[in-house]
């Protein structure tokens, strides 16, 4: 079974072979992707910023998502994921980017996204995106940690494709 920390080294690495820099937006998982990233030593090489928008208010002032995005969608939706990995693209110097929203719980959840719905979004400034919402199963730290691997295990499985 990979380790975090393992998986976390390999995106490096292919971040620095694909001359590639990334940056997250993160509230459920509270800048989880970002302190796995940050772990590996010379990540500065392939790491630029993190905007850890937890908040509405966050989410708008800080990357840019539309208000009008979340009152009709909700915080944690696609359309939501998608402005905010465009939003840390653009307010950072990156040129991948990874958001991730979710219900982590122990509540929150409701009968349309129960506790562990996560969407995703995923972006690099050459025009690649990927947008997608699971459900994970567990308590609040299992929801956070397996969201955090499939972040950047979706990053490892596509760098490879840009050499």
């Known amino acids: 079974m990979t380790t975090l920390f393992s998986l976390s080294q390999q995106v490096g690495l292919q971040l620095l072979r694909s001359q590639q820099v990334l940056t997250s937006a993160e509230s459920c998982t509270g800048g989880g992707v970002a302190f796995a990233i940050t772990d590996i030593p010379g990540s500065s090489a392939w790491f630029e910023r993190a905007f850890v928008t937890y908040s509405n208010d966050a989410k708008q002032e800080m990357i840019g998502v539309q208000s009008e995005t979340l009152v009709e969608f909700g915080a944690v939706s696609e359309p939501v994921v998608q402005e905010m990995?465009?939003?840390?693209?653009?307010?950072?110097?990156?040129?991948?980017?990874?958001?991730?929203?979710?219900?982590?719980?122990p509540d929150g959840g409701n009968e349309e996204k129960p506790v562990g719905?996560?969407?995703?979004?995923?972006?690099?400034?050459?025009?690649?995106?990927?947008?997608?919402?699971?459900?994970?199963?567990?308590?609040?730290?299992q929801v956070r940690q397996q969201a955090i691997i499939h972040a950047l295990q979706t990053l490892a499985d596509y760098l490879p494709r840009l050499g």
Not at 89 to 99: F, K, Q
């Open 85 to 105: 990995v465009q939003g840390a693209l653009a307010h950072s110097r990156a040129t991948i980017g990874v958001a991730i929203s979710g219900i982590a719980g």
């Open 117 to 141: 719905t996560v969407c995703f979004a995923w972006a690099d400034t050459k025009g690649w995106q990927k947008i997608e919402t699971r459900h994970f199963l567990g308590d609040r730290a």
